[in-house]
């Protein structure tokens, strides 16, 4: 699987909790055939101690 992000907005929604939407391009092959599908993809980011993670994570693929 191979995933290419563009036009990436990032947004503080407090302290400790941030926002990250962008468009994306997912290409997945077995060898012989890929598979491209273009979309969106929402992550929101919550920090804890001296990391973030991912709280959420949502993708939505346009239709063929």
Do not use: C
Not at 18 to 47: H, K, P
């Amino acid at each position: 699987i191979h995933i290419r992000l563009k036009d990436v907005t990032v947004v503080s929604l407090a302290p400790t909790v941030a926002s990250a939407v962008a468009t994306m391009t997912r290409e997945v092959s077995d060898g012989v055939t890929t598979v491209t599908e273009n979309g969106a993809l929402t992550l929101v980011f919550r920090r804890t101690g001296d990391a973030w993670q991912i709280a959420a994570e949502h993708y939505s693929y346009r239709r063929p």
